[in-house]
């Protein structure tokens, strides 16, 4: 399968998920399950900043639409899709290991600790900017705090569990630079 | 000129991106304004149909609830038939009325049109509900929302041919009046994006007397919805030290966790109450 097809059906069952499954949990006030960003998280190495920024603004966009206020996870999407690439550079143990695989895994990125690392880090940043573009108008700044704190713990088990059950396979390319 | 290009180039992702924050920023507060704009239309005709996918399945696994919820309102409606009440003769001459047979019909002022939820947020701080049913089957903006047992749920916002958006009470732009049942304060709900049915009123005095669990319905100043439909209960009262007011929770009456069907409430009077606005406001 290419990999044009494959993203198309993961975009697909990304926004099904977030909307059908995740929104539908109402665990409690202060946590919200976020799933769906792990689409960008997993998109190849490869790709032009500015398309992956592109493909960032058309999942928010299109999250937004369900949620019939655009702008907030469009916002956070892209705010996550400019992070990406400078992580990928800081995390990657050897140079051109990127070019070695297609997409970033546990595989990929050398170990388990690298990769928590990096969904960490951007998770928490796209929770943070959509919380606070949220509350901007409440301003309870402990509130905020608390609230993408804990969705984000639950965001980081949420993309563990998606790793476990669905094992990408990522073929070694050797020389293919 | 070169060097404004060579800069652009060198910090073109960075440019980009800020471009896109601010679309998207832009979007966030201007939304409301320019709702009417095509892709909201669009959007909603594209996710509504989605949606109504989905609720169909969903349907059958509430249809218990849903049921129960019927049964209770169909207890409360017959209890308010006339054949359950013996009206003591008093009179001790027979009338012949003269009114006309259907004068009901002239006085009525509000019609009930039901509709299917078939999505509804409560986790963002900015909720909707979409219904499905539009423009083409009577729904228009402005219209009050409230659920089958007559507790207030939202205002509707946007329609399409097919679907309506309703600003649901949880909400934080959706202020409408509400009114103590028992001293007849009236203030402002307003909802503080926290905890999903649980709302706040504002702006009532603290000469009014209140207490936890009395009832705050509609205040029946604005032309939406009739007067004294209930909202919700009281749970806590703060007083405010900054001003001469309390601020009160309560809890809606409508539980918007489970929402299954609505009712949309058409003022039929609407049409002479806005003339006589609209005349008023040519002539200053």
Known sequence: ?177 | MRNIFLFIRLYFNLIFFLLLQGLSIYLIIHYSKYHHAAFGNFANQVTGKVNSQYSRIDNYFRLKRTNDSLVKANEALYNRLKMDFELPDTVSKTMIDTIRVDSILQYKKYTYLQARVVSNSISTQNNYIVLSRGKNKQLHEGMGIVDINNAVVGIIYEVTDGYAVVMSLLHKDSHLSGKLLKGGETGTLNWDGKEPNIITLSNIPKSAKVAAGDTIITSGFSTTFPKGMIIGTVVAVYSETSTSNFRIKFRTAANFYNLQYVYAIENVQQEPINKILDKLKQQR
């Open chain 1, 1 to 177: 399968m290419s990999s044009f097809v494959k993203n198309i059906i993961r975009f697909i069952f990304f926004i099904l998920i977030q909307v059908y499954v995740l929104d539908k949990i109402h665990l409690h006030q202060m946590v919200t399950p976020y799933l769906y960003f792990l689409f960008i998280l997993w998109l190849p190495f490869k790709m032009n900043r500015t398309l992956l920024m592109i493909i960032a603004f058309v999942l928010g966009f299109t999250l937004d639409s369900f949620r019939h206020h655009p702008g907030f996870h469009t916002a956070a999407c892209i705010l996550i899709a400019y992070v990406r690439p400078f992580l990928i550079n800081l995390l990657i143990p050897q140079e051109g290991a990127e070019t070695n695989y297609e997409e970033p895994s546990f595989k990929s990125m050398g170990g388990l600790v690298p990769y928590l690392i990096y969904t960490g880090i951007l998770c928490l940043l796209h929770n943070a900017w959509l919380f606070f573009l949220e509350a901007w108008q409440f301003g309870d700044i402990w509130y905020f705090f608390i609230k993408t704190i804990l969705s984000t713990a639950i965001s980081l088990l949420l993309i563990l569990i998606t790793e476990l059950i669905f094992t990408r396979k990522q073929k070694f390319r050797t020389n293919t630079v």
